[in-house]
């Protein structure tokens, strides 16, 4: 039988704990490039899916005191268009460039990307 599966779109941070407490097997989603590709290749199942994209939290890319630091859930395309990774981070932003079509680089993560990795 098909399992149901039911997807979370939490709008915080404080939000997605809540959910994780609720749903402590649930799966997570930033742009679902790998993940729905897996289970729709039947590699594995989710009950409930947590989605990444509307926390804006992790969705940043700041440069303070030396750092760089850049939300997972930040789309390959942010990264490209940025003048902070363009300027600074030339190697990743050439691999990103690397990556895949236009289309899966608007949908999918760096925190996707590393985590499947
Ligand atoms: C047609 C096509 C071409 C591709 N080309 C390339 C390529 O050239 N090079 C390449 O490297 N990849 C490629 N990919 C793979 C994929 O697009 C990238 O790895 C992408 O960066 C994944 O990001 P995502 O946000 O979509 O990840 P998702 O699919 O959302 O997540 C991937 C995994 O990471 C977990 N995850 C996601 N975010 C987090 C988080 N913040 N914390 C903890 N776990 C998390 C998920 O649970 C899942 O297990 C391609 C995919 C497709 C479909």
Redesign the pocket.
Known sequence: MKMKTSFLLPESLAALWMDFDAHPNA????????????LRAGYGKAATIIC?ENISE?NTIKQRDGYITIG??T??TNLLESSVITSQLAVLHSAIG????P???N???????????
């Open positions: 799966k997570i989603m930033a742009g679902g490039t790998d993940l729905l590709v897996f990444l992790l997972a859930a789309s390959l690397e990556l895949g079509s289309l899966i680089r949908m999918g993560t760096i925190g996707g990307n590393i985590c499947t990795g």
